[in-house]
């Protein structure tokens, strides 16, 4: 057993000074130093130009969609076989709180928009089968609420993120953006 506890304690050793000589020895001065510096970057680049900061934090929408958020409205142009079809879906206050509408418009000849589909709470048949049919993306305009701690607003348009609206955490509780870009 007493050798059993020696390997271990002599394996151990071993292993820790392979660990200091590839990363080295840094010690607690130096990664405070480290620190220090990274906090104060942040706050001379947040307060220098707060929008030009979040935009670069929030720009890439795909990746927003894999965290956590809501998606608070949608609205595709799509056309398909020569007709132009567009889908909407946004939120409707109502007496019980709000309520998911979908809606699927087809323009006439003149670019005038019917609705001919309307279905709450979720999507109705012809707004899955349009959704899902092949087709060239005309537009796109969607805007989501970033979770429940970060009170912010992104709107984008075909992608590119043209406004940021809200209180993101790392303001005080006083401060608010309005940005407005235009990409």
């Given at each position: 057993m007493i050798i059993f506890i020696l390997?271990?304690?002599?394996?151990?050793?071993?292993?820790?000074?392979?660990?200091?000589?590839?990363?080295g020895n840094i010690d607690n001065k130096s990664i405070n130093t480290i620190s220090e510096n990274s906090i104060n970057d942040f706050k001379k680049e947040i307060s220098v130009n707060p929008c030009l900061y979040f935009k670069k934090q929030y720009e890439n929408i795909d990746l927003i969609k894999k965290e956590k958020h809501s998606q608070r409205f949608l609205n595709i142009h799509k056309r398909i076989d020569g007709e132009v079809y567009r889908l909407r879906i946004f939120f409707?206050?109502?007496?019980?709180?709000?309520?998911?509408v979908f809606l699927v418009y087809k323009e006439d000849i003149g670019e005038i928009e019917h609705i001919i589909e309307k279905s709450d709470y979720k999507r109705g048949k012809l707004f899955k089968k349009v959704e899902a049919e092949a087709g060239d993306i005309i537009f796109r305009d969607e805007a989501i609420t970033l979770g429940d701690e970060e009170n912010l607003f992104l709107h984008f348009v075909n992608n590119k993120i043209k406004s940021i609206q809200g209180r993101p955490l790392e303001f005080s509780s006083t401060k608010e953006l309005n940005c407005q870009f235009n990409n």
């Open positions: 390997g271990v304690y002599f394996f151990q050793s071993a292993n820790k000074k392979k660990n200091e000589e590839l990363i409707k206050e109502t007496n019980e709180g709000e309520k998911m």
